[in-house]
């Protein structure tokens, strides 16, 4: 059930997100004004926003749960290696949507959320100074970093998520 309900929380969270897509401006400038407007402007937008909101927190519970429940009965085991190790990606990519999407609204919140994760980053030896970069496209927290965010959670992070869990769907049928 809980895998039903994850594959259906992620057609709820595309279909909201493509509606919200329309209204939202991915600049530093706009980015908070048009969540504004979306909050009051068109009919029920704050319902829409609210649905995306609220869906993605579900989304992680959901999937959280379906991942103990096939640890619980074993059903990670030979022959379902493959299947589960997708899973587990598929779980990554949910928290990635998750956090990128809250960086989206760009306010204090993101701001300091994404703060603490280039800091967490900036400590990984060698490399970490590197990643930081990758992850805000410039020195500090910028346009550049909304306009990479708004890549990842828009067309890369859910690309990937269709695929792994058509593959994964499909593995569970065969």
């Not at 998750?98 to 989206?104: E, K, N, P, S, Y």
Request: aromatic share 14%; proline share 3%.
């Amino acid at each position: 059930m809980f895998g039903s309900a994850a594959f259906t929380l992620l057609m709820l969270q595309i279909v909201t997100g493509i509606l919200l897509a329309i209204v939202y401006a991915p600049t530093a400038g706009q980015a908070w004004n048009s969540l504004n407007v979306l909050n009051h402007q068109p009919v029920l937008g704050w319902f829409l926003r609210a649905m995306h909101g609220w869906g993605s927190s579900f989304m992680v519970a959901v999937v959280v749960a379906h991942m103990m429940q096939v640890f619980t009965f074993g059903a990670y085991k030979y022959p379902r290696e493959l299947t589960w190790i997708l899973g587990v990606f598929l779980l990554l990519m949910t928290l990635a949507m998750a956090f990128t999407g809250q960086v989206l609204r760009f306010d204090q919140a993101a701001y300091w959320g994404l703060g603490i994760c280039a800091s967490i980053l900036s400590r990984v030896p060698f490399v970490g100074g590197d990643l930081v970069h990758l992850l805000l496209g410039c020195p500090i927290i910028a346009g550049a970093t909304l306009s990479r965010f708004f890549t990842l959670h828009v067309f890369i992070i859910p690309g990937l998520m269709l695929l792994f869990a058509g593959l994964h769907m499909w593995m569970v049928l065969k």
